[in-house]
C-alpha cells in the first residue's frame, strides 16, 4: 500500500530557472492538493485538482505558479522563473474524493531551495 | 479577519501525563476540523476528524473536543509518551468550500522522561 509519492525530495534551483515538483496520489485516490509550507509558518493551501479539472486554484500565485493532473500520471507542480521567495517545502495530499472521507493524505514533501 | 491559533510556545511535559493542545478560530464557519502530527522533515500524518455537529472524538490515547460556541478545538494525548514528540496541526474546512484545508502554525510537543 504506498502512500502519496512525491519526487524529488530535494530540489536545487538558481533564480530564473524553473522548477517541477511531482505527486503521485495513493492507488483509488483521484484528487489532489498541493500545499505550501514557508519557514516556521502553517501549509497554506494552493491548489485542488482532479483528474484534468483544476476545481481550486484559489491560493495559487497569479504569475509563475502552474499546475495539473493529467489522465496519465502524476500531478505536476510548476514553478517558473523562479525566486528566493519560492523556497518552501511543497506537500501534496490527495484523498478519494469530497465525503468519501474526507481525509487528506500528505505525502513526504518537496524541499526547494533557490539560490 | 480569518485565523486559526494556536499556542505557537513549544509544550514540555513529563512522561506519563496528558497533553492539551489548542486550537482557536475567528471567523470561520468549519464544516469539520482536524488534527495533524508532523515530524521534523516529513509531511503531516492525519490523526482524528471531528465534525461541526460532533462534541467529542477518541481514538486509542487521543481525544478531540469541539466547541462552535467558544469556537475553539482541544487535542488532548493521555498518557504521553517520548515518542509522541512532535508538531501537532489543527486544520478546517469551510462549509460550502470545496475540501481545501486552512491550517494553524502548530504546537511542539515535547515529552520528556
Known amino acids: 500500500n504506498a502512500g502519496v509519492m512525491q519526487n524529488p525530495r530535494h530540489l536545487v534551483r538558481r533564480r530564473g530557472q524553473e522548477a517541477r515538483l511531482r505527486c503521485s496520489p495513493m492507488k483509488g485516490h483521484s484528487h489532489v492538493y498541493w500545499y505550501r509550507q514557508l519557514p516556521e509558518e502553517g501549509l497554506k493551501f494552493m491548489v485542488y485538482l482532479q483528474k484534468e479539472n483544476i476545481i481550486d486554484e484559489s491560493g495559487m500565485p497569479k504569475e509563475r505558479f502552474s499546475a495539473e493532473f493529467p489522465k496519465e500520471g502524476p500531478s505536476i507542480l510548476r514553478i517558473q522563473q523562479v525566486v528566493r521567495g519560492d523556497s518552501a517545502a511543497y506537500f501534496c495530499?490527495?484523498?478519494?474524493?469530497?465525503?468519501?472521507?474526507?481525509?487528506?493524505?500528505f505525502g513526504p514533501g518537496t524541499r526547494l531551495l533557490v539560490l | 479577519s480569518q485565523k486559526i491559533e494556536q499556542n505557537s510556545e513549544a509544550l514540555n511535559i513529563q512522561e506519563g501525563k496528558t497533553a492539551t493542545l489548542t486550537c482557536n478560530y475567528t471567523n470561520y464557519s468549519p464544516a469539520y476540523l482536524q488534527w495533524y502530527r508532523q515530524d521534523p522533515g516529513r509531511g503531516p500524518v492525519f490523526l482524528l476528524l471531528i465534525r461541526e455537529n460532533e462534541k467529542e472524538k477518541r481514538k486509542e490515547r487521543l481525544k478531540v473536543t469541539f466547541d462552535t460556541t467558544l469556537k475553539q478545538s482541544l487535542f488532548h494525548i493521555t498518557a504521553s509518551q517520548p515518542a509522541d514528540s512532535a508538531t501537532y496541526l489543527c486544520a478546517l474546512r469551510e462549509t460550502g468550500t470545496a475540501s481545501k484545508l486552512t491550517f494553524g502554525t502548530g504546537t511542539r510537543l515535547q515529552v520528556t522522561l
Open positions: 495530499a490527495s484523498s478519494p474524493g469530497p465525503g468519501r472521507p474526507e481525509t487528506q493524505y
